[in-house]
Nanobody, 113 residues
Framework: QVRLVESGGGLVQAGGSLRLSCAASGSIFSINAMGWYRQAPGKQRELVADSGPSTNYADSVKGRFTISRDNAKNTVYLQMNSLKPEDTAVYYC?????????WGQGTQVTVSS
C-alpha cells in the first residue's frame, strides 16, 4: 500500500520561508510526476508546482517557490520563500505513477500579515 507523508507546514509571518516535504512509502513504481497542490478555504484545489517531464509553477508562486525531488527516496520538496498571506492553504503533495495518482493527507500553511 502506498502512503504519502507530508511535513513542514506551520505558521509563519509574511516574508518568511517554509520547506515542505513529502515522502512516499510502499510499493510505488514508474513515478512520472511529483508535485504540490493547495486548497484555500472556499476555493478549488490548484496546482502550485509540478515536476515531471518538465517543471511547472503557478504564476502566483514563480520566483518564490522551488520544487525539487529526490528520486532515490521517492521524496518531493517545496521550498517556499517570500510567503504572502494569500499563500495560506492546505498543501497536498501528489505523485503520479503510471496512470495512478497518489495524494498526501495535506499540511496546513498559514501566513500571517
Amino acid at each position: 500500500q502506498v502512503r504519502l507523508v507530508e511535513s513542514g507546514g506551520g505558521l509563519v509571518q509574511a516574508g518568511g520561508s517554509l520547506r515542505l516535504s513529502c515522502a512516499a512509502s510502499g510499493s510505488i513504481f514508474s513515478i512520472n510526476a511529483m508535485g504540490w497542490y493547495r486548497q484555500a478555504p472556499g476555493k478549488q484545489r490548484e496546482l502550485v508546482a509540478d515536476s515531471g517531464p518538465s517543471t511547472n509553477y503557478a504564476d502566483s508562486v514563480k520566483g518564490r517557490f522551488t520544487i525539487s525531488r529526490d528520486n532515490a527516496k521517492n521524496t518531493v520538496y517545496l521550498q517556499m520563500n517570500s510567503l504572502k498571506p494569500e499563500d495560506t492553504a492546505v498543501y497536498y503533495c501528489r505523485i503520479r505513477a503510471g496512470i495512478v495518482n497518489y495524494w498526501g493527507q495535506g499540511t496546513q500553511v498559514t501566513v500571517s500579515s
